[in-house]
């Protein structure tokens, strides 16, 4: 048996290679930096009316944390469309055409694979993300921030992509339909995202309601946007992840013994 790392990279580099081969890595970077892009735009000419009305009105103007606060918030829906995208074929395609069953028969371990696929959608989107840093290097030349905070807010999007990739890449595991595991995962997505309200809605208090708090997404990624790193938070986002990629080697697992 290969070395399980030597077979992960391998499976990862193949992935990767694979995924910008096609238009659809292209078209990736071109819808998250788009809509981040307009989202930015947006928030700014706001931004800026409010800091020039500020004075007028007797308040105190906006600072530019705060502007980046929306923005990161905002980043949430965007991966709502585009990490369905990037996981939709990672074990779907290859359950259609088989091409499956030559992995699990080869004398590899099923964990190996899933770090693998794993590891390609992760450097992709760590690509895209880092891409759209060029508004942090435009805002730190034209503005004042803390980019203390920003580098907070940029490592919270990446913890949760990490952990929406694992989801993502579960729900692939599962069907053959690429179609499928693009509207599933992003409804379980959506559903994670607006945990938090209906936690307040529908639990009517009590233990229940902390429990579906602390799994919604939102509060773990308003503290890192804010500029706060707890251990909570990050084990919260490393738990998770693992959780789902335990699930896809389990999938993996029970099919190769069929």
């Given at each position: 048996?290969?070395?399980?790392?030597?077979?992960?990279?391998?499976?990862?580099?193949?992935?990767?290679?694979?995924?910008?081969?096609?238009?659809?890595?292209?078209?990736i970077?071109?819808?998250?930096?788009?809509?981040?892009?307009f989202?930015?735009h947006?928030?700014?000419?706001?931004?800026?009316?409010?800091?020039?009305?500020?004075?007028?009105?007797?308040?105190?103007a906006?600072?530019?944390?705060?502007?980046?606060?929306?923005?990161?918030?905002?980043?949430?829906?965007?991966?709502?469309?585009?990490?369905?995208?990037?996981t939709?074929?990672?074990?779907?395609?290859?359950?259609?055409s088989?091409s499956?069953?030559?992995?699990?028969?080869?004398?590899?371990?099923?964990?190996?694979?899933?770090l693998?696929?794993y590891?390609?959608?992760?450097m992709?989107m760590?690509?895209?993300?880092?891409?759209?840093?060029?508004?942090?290097?435009?805002?730190?030349?034209?503005?004042?921030?803390?980019?203390g905070?920003?580098?907070?807010?940029?490592?919270?999007?990446?913890?949760?992509?990490s952990?929406?990739?694992a989801?993502?890449?579960?729900?692939?595991?599962?069907?053959?339909?690429?179609?499928?595991?693009?509207?599933?995962?992003m409804?379980?997505?959506f559903?994670?995202?607006?945990?938090?309200?209906?936690?307040?809605?529908?639990?009517?208090?009590?233990m229940?309601?902390?429990?579906l708090?602390?799994?919604?997404f939102?509060?773990?990624l308003?503290?890192?946007?804010?500029?706060?790193?707890?251990v909570?938070?990050?084990?919260?986002?490393?738990?998770?992840?693992?959780?789902?990629?335990f699930?896809?080697?389990?999938v993996l697992?029970?099919?190769?013994?069929?």
């Amino acid at each position: 048996m290969r070395p399980s790392f030597a077979v992960t990279w391998t499976i990862a580099r193949r992935d990767f290679v694979s995924f910008f081969s096609s238009p659809k890595g292209m078209a990736i970077f071109f819808f998250f930096l788009i809509f981040m892009g307009f989202f930015f735009h947006s928030f700014l000419e706001s931004f800026i009316n409010m800091q020039q009305r500020a004075p007028a009105m007797g308040g105190h103007a906006p600072q530019l944390e705060q502007l980046f606060r929306a923005l990161f918030n905002n980043t949430h829906f965007i991966l709502l469309l585009i990490i369905p995208a990037v996981t939709m074929a990672s074990f779907a395609e290859e359950n259609k055409s088989h091409s499956i069953r030559l992995l699990l028969t080869a004398p590899i371990r099923p964990i190996s694979i899933v770090l693998g696929k794993y590891l390609a959608a992760l450097m992709v989107m760590s690509l895209v993300l880092l891409s759209s840093m060029v508004i942090v290097l435009f805002t730190a030349k034209y503005g004042n921030p803390d980019i203390g905070v920003l580098l907070s807010g940029y490592l919270g999007l990446l913890f949760l992509i990490s952990t929406q990739l694992a989801i993502g890449i579960w729900i692939s595991s599962m069907t053959k339909n690429q179609f499928l595991a693009f509207m599933f995962t992003m409804l379980v997505l959506f559903l994670l995202l607006i945990l938090n309200w209906i936690a307040q809605t529908l639990s009517g208090g009590g233990m229940m309601e902390d429990l579906l708090m602390y799994l919604a997404f939102w509060g773990h990624l308003e503290n890192m946007v804010k500029g706060l790193i707890t251990v909570k938070d990050v084990a919260y986002f490393v738990c998770l992840t693992s959780v789902f990629l335990f699930f896809t080697n389990v999938v993996l697992d029970s099919r190769r013994w069929r």
